[in-house]
């Protein structure tokens, strides 16, 4: 497969460039003795990452906006200084002559108009580490990267260094970077970008008694209880599957799944979803083959600035198993 795009060409070599940024910064900093709640490597990878893709993407596409997770703020404080020095280290594996001052002005870029803005009709959009408690288990994470057009996402690019084939774990392994073009399908190739773009499709399963379930592994961000009683209502009997990242989208879209839920956490009854959590993911499972929505069955509308205002949590699944799950979130009052 080759794609005879300039944007798409820009996708992939930008989230290939800041996945392979990201697993040598989570294999250099990330050890068996970090304690529980030390988030500084992620932090580190977070910042380089977003500094990166954003000088890459002004070299590819100069002009264009990009709304990322990050702001420099913190690193331009006094206490951010040794962070912002560590990240500058590792911004220099690819940009040799950058200083300190070029990266937090990159990292800005990610506010869209450098001020934290709402976005412009078409931008890209950046979520520099997805899964935080993966990369730092050394399990799941992506960088996630997606264009939209007013309020659509028509490219996105997930590179998944824990992932083999888009669709498996293997902590150490070649990793996959997982591409969605808008009306064109799906695909997958090693993160190193060794061998053929290879197409991904969704499973054909429409019994929800089998469906398997994807949900994340931070409790924080979903609602065990109600999917414990959403399975039972189902007559789902196997397990859930906890994921990190929007790797569940990958896995999902690889047929390795069916089903992938973001409940509302009763800890935090009015979130909205940020759209740097859910593009890229999003049009990777609809060009695969399948659906997604939000809990109500709306589609999702990333036209309201940084977050999905409109919408209520996300459910995506294979397609046939939509309108079942959709009745099951009804009838438990979800």
């Not at 300039?6 to 992939?12: G, L, W």
């Not at 490597?41 to 910042?47: I, Q, S």
């Not at 950058?98 to 890209?124: K, N, Y």
């Not at 060794?194 to 931070?218: C, F, H, K, M």
Request: proline share 6%; net charge negative; aromatic share 6%.
């Amino acid at each position: 497969m080759k794609f005879d795009s300039p944007e798409i060409d820009c996708a992939i070599s930008v989230v290939r460039e800041a996945a392979l940024l990201a697993q040598s910064i989570q294999r250099e900093l990330v050890t068996p003795a970090i304690v529980k709640d030390d988030r500084s490597p992620v932090t580190v990878g977070d910042f380089a990452v977003q500094a990166l893709a954003a000088r890459r993407l002004a070299e590819w596409l100069p002009g264009v906006a990009l709304v990322g997770e990050e702001s420099a703020a913190a690193l331009n404080l006094e206490e951010g200084i040794e962070t912002l020095e560590q990240v500058t280290q590792f911004v220099r594996r690819s940009l040799p002559d950058a200083t300190p001052e070029e990266v937090c002005g990159l990292i800005d870029r990610g506010c869209a108009d450098g001020s934290g803005g709402e976005p412009p009709s078409e931008f890209w959009t950046l979520d520099p580490i997805d899964g935080t408690k993966g990369f730092l288990r050394r399990d799941q994470y992506a960088v996630a990267f997606a264009k939209i057009e007013r309020g659509t996402v028509t490219i996105a690019a997930l590179g998944c260094p824990e992932l083999q084939e888009g669709r498996l774990a293997d902590q150490g392994g070649a990793g996959s970077i997982v591409l969605a073009v808008k009306g064109k399908g799906c695909w997958w190739q090693s993160l190193s970008g060794a061998g053929d773009w290879l197409p991904l499709y969704v499973s054909d399963r429409a019994d929800p008694t089998s469906a398997r379930l994807l949900r994340s592994v931070e409790k924080a961000h979903t609602n065990t209880d109600e999917i414990s009683r959403l399975a039972e209502h189902l007559h789902i009997t196997a397990d859930p599957v906890p994921l990190d990242s929007q790797a569940k989208y990958a896995v999902l879209a690889a047929g390795a799944g069916d089903v992938l839920l973001r409940l509302i956490s009763p800890k935090a009854p009015h979130y909205k979803e940020k759209i740097w959590d859910q593009a890229a993911g999003s049009l990777v499972v609809t060009e695969a083959g399948g659906k997604i929505t939000d809990l109500d069955g709306k589609p999702l509308d990333f036209s309201h600035g940084r977050s999905l205002t409109q919408n209520r949590g996300i459910l995506a699944t294979n397609g046939p198993l939509h309108d079942p799950l959709l009745a099951g979130l009804r009838a438990i009052g979800a």
